[in-house]
Nanobody
Framework: VQLQASGGGLVQPGGSLRLSCAASGITASAKTIGWFRQAPGKQRELVARVNSGGTKTYVESVKGRFTISRDNAKNSAYLQMDTLEPEDTAVYYC????????????????WGQGTLVTVSS
């Protein structure tokens, strides 16, 4: 199983980026996909997730600015990030559960390699 995260970069405050997570070796549509981020000196946090039924949830700080989506035909997920703020600067990771409970994250989940988002003027 491999998750390939991409789409990060340098953007000015107020700008937009779209992150992609391409899965191989697993049917991503059958499971939750989550986007996490880790800023320097901070713990990794869940930013957004879409579960196997399509329900989407977001951390409060990104509500109204970020949109998670999935394309089952492409076995991929996306994170559209608008109105970016310097506080959004972090390495962003996608994650899929490896266990039998398709909507529950666990210790040995599959992770993408991370893509760096830098929001700065």
């Amino acid at each position: 199983v491999q998750l390939q995260a991409s789409g990060g970069g340098l953007v000015q405050p107020g700008g937009s980026l779209r992150l992609s997570c391409a899965a191989s070796g697993i049917t991503a549509s059958a499971k939750t996909i989550g986007w996490f981020r880790q800023a320097p000196g901070k713990q990794r946090e869940l930013v957004a997730r879409v579960n196997s039924g399509g329900t989407k949830t977001y951390v409060e700080s990104v509500k109204g600015r970020f949109t998670i989506s999935r394309d089952n035909a492409k076995n991929s997920a996306y994170l559209q990030m608008d109105t970016l703020e310097p506080e959004d600067t972090a390495v962003y990771y996608c994650r899929i559960p490896s266990g039998t409970r398709r909507d529950v994250f666990g210790l040995n989940d599959y992770w993408g390699q991370g893509t760096l988002v830098t929001v700065s003027s």
